[in-house]
């Protein structure tokens, strides 16, 4: 049965790599023409924009790529400052300014781990947000800034920066514990000078001693180098017929660090290629926005390839399925379970036209079953997902969900709608299977739906190494749900830096964000 499960994984592999195909070609024939309209282009506010397209095409696969185009829309607008620009195109390309920067920053952050470079686009960063009166963003970059310092130990430079996060919230009446912190900060700076000067105090008592050691340990010295100088000789011999003795076997050892460096060096490759075939698998950040313009997604895998996934459909009545799994697992067997999940929602819903989220979820339990288990041997798997599965019509304004253990919130106005799954996954289970609920909500405009993997909330951090929790994370998202989609994105992957600290991250994260 083993083998059988292999022959179905490489079948799904092979199927991915003429998705992939199809995905690059489309890629590059937009990329083409967006080259071409800015090469027809004389208006720079076009070019900004075109090349902002092709910037968000290329942060899914190639970050020099996005920071080599991010660069050339913050010349185009520093080359404009010279000229002489009403108000309203001078206040637009400082925004487009601001926004490459903090993209630029973002990167080399999050994604390139150099604090030192992202401080080079953050600072300015903040300083344009600040000159456009924007001080909520410039509020949360400043304290930014201060959590780079002082992971950097420059408690100084933090503490200003704290400092004038704290003037600002005091300009928009918002009350944080970022003053304590800056407090805190400046005595840990104060803290930490007095102990300087009590260190060099104690060295300059210790030099006149130590001073007068020296000679006599010169004279011990010499001694003791002399006989080292006779053991180093007799040990250079007895290592001479050693080495002459060893020679061979240092020869095959070599050869083995060879092999398993060839070895270690296929099995990375193998992972980045299956990272390009589960990409290609997902979908596109290009499609999630045309299908729901209106909508994030936070997606930070834990190893290079993740067990969570999503995915989104329009079908040609105007109804948008859209999708959060977390797969049994993470890293390379949770991306073989993603890829299955991802080939079953395309039978069921594509292929099959299967419209109800509940029996998509019960046809493909019993996929997952028969396909990883042997019903004539005793082993049963475990393996399958937890999933949320919604059916969208924006002009009916109806909402249909069903979850395996993965809940819907739904917030209006500030109001949170907790809607339970059901609490069992896409698989084998232990006592017996029941139907999957389909739930149907009725909505109105401007209503947020939120479905997500249980890897945000499972994080350790905060002061006491403690998990972030489901709680928690419900009245988070009740806060930052009057936000454009966007600024919640950014809003949560800050409280996840800032939540996590110094504590490494335990699980796979996906958040999708929907705007009615």
Known sequence: MRGFRYVILIVIAMLSLTNYSQVITRKTIKIEKIKSLIEKSNHDTVKIKLLKQWADIAFLTDYEEDLRLQNEIIEICESNFTKELNTKTKNWLKEEEWIALDHIGSI??????????????????????????????????????????????????????FQKRIKIDDKINIKYSIKQKADSIQLAFEKK?????????QKANTLKEETEKVLFMFEIGVIVAIIFLIIVIVFLVIVYYQWKKTRSQN?????????????HREITDSINYAKNIQDAMM??????????????ILFRPKDVVSGDYYWVYK??????????ADCTGHGVPGAFMSMIGTS????????????????????????????LNDKNSSRETRDGMDIALCKINFEKLTLEYAGANNPLVHIRNGEINHIKANYQPVALTVGEKKPFTNHKIKLKKGDMIYIYSDGYADQFGGEKGKKYM??????????????????QKKKLDQEFYSWKGVHDQIDDICVMGVRV
């Not at 903040?126 to 800034?145: G, K, Q, R």
């Not at 419209?355 to 396909?371: A, C, F, Q, T, Y």
């Open 108 to 161: 080399y952050f999050y994604d390139y781990e150099n604090s030192t470079e992202a401080l080079k686009y953050y600072i300015p960063s903040a300083e344009i947000l600040e000159e456009l009166n924007h001080l909520n963003s410039s509020s949360i970059t400043y304290d930014i800034i201060g959590n780079i310092y002082q992971d950097l130990g420059d408690y100084k430079e933090a503490n200003s920066y």
């Open 283 to 296: 979908t596109s950040r290009v499609y999630l926005q045309d299908v729901l313009p209106e909508s994030f």
């Open 344 to 371: 079953l929602l395309n039978e069921n819903i594509i292929e099959k036209k299967v419209n109800n989220p509940g029996e998509v979820l019960d046809n493909m339990r019993e996929k997952i079953i028969d396909s």
């Open 470 to 487: 489901v709680t928690k994370f419900r009245k988070f998202l009740a806060y930052i749900s009057t936000l454009d989609v966007k600024e």
């Open 193 to 201: 000078n007095l102990k300087k000067q009590e260190i060099l105090t």
């Open 251 to 263: 020869k095959i050892i070599e050869n083995q660090h060879k092999q398993l460096d060839e070895s």
């Open 315 to 324: 079908t040609p009545y105007n109804n948008i399925y859209f999708t959060v």
